[in-house]
């Protein structure tokens, strides 16, 4: 699996720095962007939406559920290093409790018991870290498998996936079983909502680039209009995060454009993408 990520973010790398500039200077890289959407795609098509479809079916619906805490629960520990970083301590520390009350009396995280005790859920990455403090996000990227990103995003990912405590877990044929689980379970969640995108959007690939660099941009400054850790210039406002369309698309076909594959990654990848 190291091996795929060093590929994935090798190529990704090959084109943010051979790209030819396109006609919309948030994806100057349109051409290899769409080449890696219509391959993405079509994994999705013939490998894990069948998979997914096919989990769902036959998986009870309380042991989907207790699979996606307990991945949930792990990510809660890399979501509230980051929420520390960025100075929001009470979510930080939030976070904190989240994972040790899950991890205890929720059975390693198979039952969400935090949420239930009030305490909300967080979802945050380097990434959203280093904008919040006012790097820039750099260009629309589409890695291989791994989805929607950012030049700035994907250089972060290296050391989310290595923030990732599934990543250390042995033996190693167990992680290996543990990750196919995660990445169908999250993908099955998603199902509906990919078919939503499916019926909606005449160009699916400007509709989920659009709309992932808009709700990417909400992520990033929890709905500011820009970092408050760091001064953002005003002759670059950080409109490359941004969608130009006034209303955004439905919650549901956002969460369809963030990713299914993606699931591979600890976070943003989150929870969650049939923006293959």
């Known amino acids: 699996m190291s091996k795929f990520r060093t590929v994935a973010l090798t190529l990704a790398a090959s084109a943010t720095l051979a790209g030819c500039a396109g006609p919309n200077p948030r994806d ?39 699979v996606g805490n307990f991945f949930g629960n792990l990510q809660d520990v890399w979501t509230a290093a980051n929420n520390l970083l960025q100075g929001k301590i009470g979510d930080g520390m939030s976070d904190v409790m989240r994972v040790g009350i899950n991890s205890t009396f929720g059975l390693l995280g198979v039952l969400d018991i935090a949420s239930e005790a009030g305490l909300q859920k967080h979802k945050e990455d380097l990434g959203q870290t280093l904008g919040w403090y006012g790097m820039p996000s750099g260009p629309y990227l589409v890695l291989p498998l791994l989805g929607p990103s950012t030049v700035r995003d994907a250089a972060a990912l290296p050391v989310d996936f290595k923030a990732d405590p599934w990543q250390y877990k042995e033996p190693v044929n167990v992680r290996n079983i543990g990750t196919v689980v995660r990445v169908v379970d999250q993908r099955a969640s998603l199902l509906d909502a990919s078919t939503l995108l499916e019926d909606a959007a005449l160009d699916r690939y400007e ?12 992520q990033v400054f929890d709905g500011e209009d820009g970092p408050r850790g760091g001064k953002k210039p005003e002759q670059q406002p950080e409109q490359n995060d941004a969608a130009p369309p006034a209303k955004p698309p439905a919650a549901e076909q956002q969460d369809a454009a963030e990713a299914p594959v993606q699931a591979i990654m600890p976070a943003p990848a989150a929870e969650k993408n049939a923006s293959l």
């Open 28 to 66: 100057p890289y349109e051409g290899f962007n769409r080449a890696m959407f219509s391959f993405n795609d079509t994994v999705d098509t013939y490998a894990l939406k069948p998979a997914a479809t096919a989990y769902k079916k036959v998986t009870p619906s309380f042991v989907q559920t207790g």
């Open 207 to 218: 509709f989920i680039r659009d709309g992932w660099m808009q709700r990417r941009q909400s």
